[in-house]
């Protein structure tokens, strides 16, 4: 098959899969975009990499603002714009797509289907629901119309979609009216990259560089955005205050970052450590240098958002320390792996103790971290993965679409292959 993987974050298991379907002999080209401030996966050609895997980082003439509303849909529809015809000149036989804004997914989907191209709708999130819980805390009538208006885009896109993967059971309950029954529904559940991420040496040379290999390091990385709590990671850095062989660790971007450097302005404190995001190729020793790894969640996120990093901190071997909601997957993945300790979102009290538990426990880390990579041994084998969506793909493909008028006369774009990475 032709495929085009497009995930917007970019996100390290993402491009995973994309190599794995090249390696079974698909033509694969990665789409990602080139201006999100998260973290992001192995973005160049590896040695190893098949001929047929290419990679597409997609970029838009305007800086992105996830905190300027307007600013934002406006990157949103340009963005779409730009990927879509990336896409078109690709011509695949099949599109996945997920992690997408919903005004640049939907030309996305139209970009697939104008090709004659099967379109999968990958849900990693249901956008239009946290938009709705964010309409419920601030709720002015123009918002409740524009969450009305991507409730409605998101439903007619999930029905003209040819197939629908889901990352848990759980999501089906969000699902609109009229789809369930109607398209064919797969549940998948992410996974993190363990053929990137081994468990490695805390005495490392990023942890070396950046004061963390000789201090108990509490650690949080990936993006810090609205739907996460920062102030937890603040008190905690206060509760430690003066311990002086520990750091809190803060290797992230986006809105709740900045509120801590703010903070940070006001009251100094000298064992809270803010670094931006760190490449790939650093990733893994950015993970080693914890003791703890910590994710957070706020409520309203409840069962609609799975972080990727609780996945990512499986794969590092060490213990994870969860403030989320009870009912989300990653609080059910750490407690029935014993990967660590889940404690509910915003119960500071509770958070605050956990962490003291694994200052003091030595075993206790040891124990958690050996469970949460045994976890991920057993169920984060890409290669299987890669053969379950390889069969999703298969049927979600139109074959009936592509005439031989078509094939005649049209000419299909060659694989990047060693060209490497192309900016569209």
């Known amino acids: 098959m032709r495929i085009a993987v497009h995930d917007y974050a970019g996100h390290p298991f993402q491009f995973e899969l994309s190599r794995s379907l090249a390696r079974l002999g698909h033509e694969v080209r990665h789409f990602y975009f080139a201006g999100d401030a998260g973290p992001k996966g192995q973005t160049t050609r590896l040695p190893d990499d098949p001929e047929t895997f290419s990679i597409a980082p997609v970029s838009i003439p305007m800086r992105y603002s996830k905190t300027r509303y307007v600013y934002r849909a406006v990157a949103d529809l340009l963005y779409g714009r730009v990927a879509a015809r990336a896409i078109r000149r690709f011509r695949p036989e099949v599109v996945i797509s997920g992690n997408t804004p919903l005004d640049s997914q939907a030309a996305i989907q139209a970009a697939a289907h104008s090709v004659g191209a099967g379109f999968v709708f990958w849900v990693q999130d249901f956008y239009s629901v946290a938009i709705q819980h964010l309409v419920a805390q601030k709720g002015s009538a123009f918002r409740r119309l524009m969450a009305t208006h991507y409730r409605n885009l998101e439903t007619r896109m999930l029905r003209r979609s040819d197939s629908i993967v889901l990352i848990s059971e759980d999501f089906r309950r969000y699902l609109p009216p009229g789809v369930d029954g109607t398209r064919p529904i797969h549940v998948v559940p992410n996974w993190g990259p363990i053929e990137a991420i081994s468990p490695g040496a805390k005495r490392n040379p990023w942890a070396e560089a950046n004061g ?24 905690l850095a206060r509760s430690f205050k003066d311990d002086p062989d520990l750091r809190v660790g ?35 020793d950015v993970l080693a240098s914890a003791d703890v790894l910590i994710a957070v969640l706020e409520d309203d996120a409840g069962e609609f958002s799975v972080p990727s990093k609780v996945l990512s901190y499986l794969c590092a071997g060490r213990p994870i320390l969860l403030a989320a909601p009870s009912e989300n997957l990653s609080s059910r993945i750490v407690t029935e792996a014993g990967a660590g300790v889940q404690v509910r979102a915003g119960d500071v009290d509770a958070f605050r103790e956990a962490a003291l538990r694994f200052r003091r426990d030595h075993a206790l880390r040891e124990q958690a971290g050996a469970a949460g990579r045994a976890y991920a041994e057993k169920h984060f084998v890409v290669e299987d993965i890669a053969r379950r969506f390889e069969r999703i ?13 078509r094939s005649l006369f049209t000419r299909r774009s060659r694989p990047l292959g060693q060209a490497g990475a192309q900016e569209v």
């Open 212 to 235: 963390f290999a000789d201090r108990f390091t509490f650690l949080y990385t990936g993006t810090l955005a609205l739907k996460h709590n920062p102030g937890l990671l603040w008190d």
């Open 250 to 284: 803060v290797v992230s971007a986006g809105v709740g970052t900045d509120l801590l450097r703010a903070r940070l302005a006001e009251e100094p404190l000298d064992n809270l450590v803010l670094l931006p995001q760190q490449p790939m190729s650093v990733f893994p």
């Open 393 to 405: 793909l298969e049927q979600s493909r139109h074959p009936h679409r592509r005439s031989t008028l």
